[in-house]
């Protein structure tokens, strides 16, 4: 429980998600109970196309997309070694959403009849970073873990410029610390108000911005490399518009590049159809006269 709820704020912290609205997580997974290891998988719902309700594009490469799952991983674990205080209370569905928004609760929540707007749901929140319905009773402090690792190999990422779903689906493993730890205590005041910073679609860990500031570094390269193509093309075609101005025909010489067309308006002539090449063929060759 305290190993997801630190992921699920350095994703959304990354990608810069609303904590509060719209976005809605995918129900734990508890693969721990088959492989027997501390693991476990949810997703997140980010819209559509590249995440249209996320901050950070999402990556399309698969280099980019594991670059994007180590720098959720780096997040969390600097989550966990600034050792923050995990917070629990206990409230309705529907006095969470009215309250906090419905960006708290996962799919398991959705279904009124399975999970009525008056059942008791235990929220956790780590200050700044998160707040969300825990599967479980977390730790006090996330420094009572001593690590979380992404599995990049069945973490995903779907999404395109053009895609109708855009979603991030993370796969992790917990790194505990042996022996027992103390779990965190429940508050008496529930808290009527989340911390406006998380109500935001906006980059909120640093290891997010990096990748925000290295996006915007490569679209302004894009867009100089464009313009610059764009001026070699206009040069390009002021030097042949030159060349042809130096055309130069005269009873001597002739020079530069011939634009027959200008040759004929300024000379008063014309070109030679095929009708005139036909009748110098019949009065020369066709008669004889040329050896």
Known sequence: STGYLVLRGALMGVLGVDNSTKTTANVLQATYIKEKLPTGKFGLNLGKKLGTECHLSLPTSEDDKNHLFQQIEKAANRIIAESHTLQIFTSTKESLV???????????????????????????????????????????????????????????????????????????????????????????????TMDESLKQTLVRMPEGQVMLDAAAQAQRAEEEAAAAAEAMAKVT???????????????????????????????????????DMERLQQLTVGRGRVP
């Open 98 to 192: 009215s309250t906090l928004g419905k960006g708290v609760l996962d799919q398991s929540h959705a279904n009124d009849k399975k999970c009525p707007p008056t059942k008791e749901l235990t929220c956790a929140t780590i200050q700044g970073i998160v707040m969300a319905v825990a599967p479980a009773k977390p730790y006090k402090s996330t420094s009572n873990i001593a690590g979380i690792e992404i599995d990049l190999k069945e973490s995903k990422i779907q999404g395109g410029p053009t895609a109708r779903k855009a979603d991030i689906v993370l796969k992790f493993k917990v790194v505990e610390h042996p022996g027992e730890h103390e779990l965190a205590s429940e508050e008496k005041d529930v808290p009527t």
């Open 237 to 275: 075609i002021a030097e042949e518009t030159e060349k042809k101005q130096d055309m130069v025909v005269t009873v001597e010489k002739v020079e530069g590049d011939i634009d027959y067309d200008k040759l004929v308006d300024q000379f008063g002539s014309k070109l030679i159809t095929p009708h």
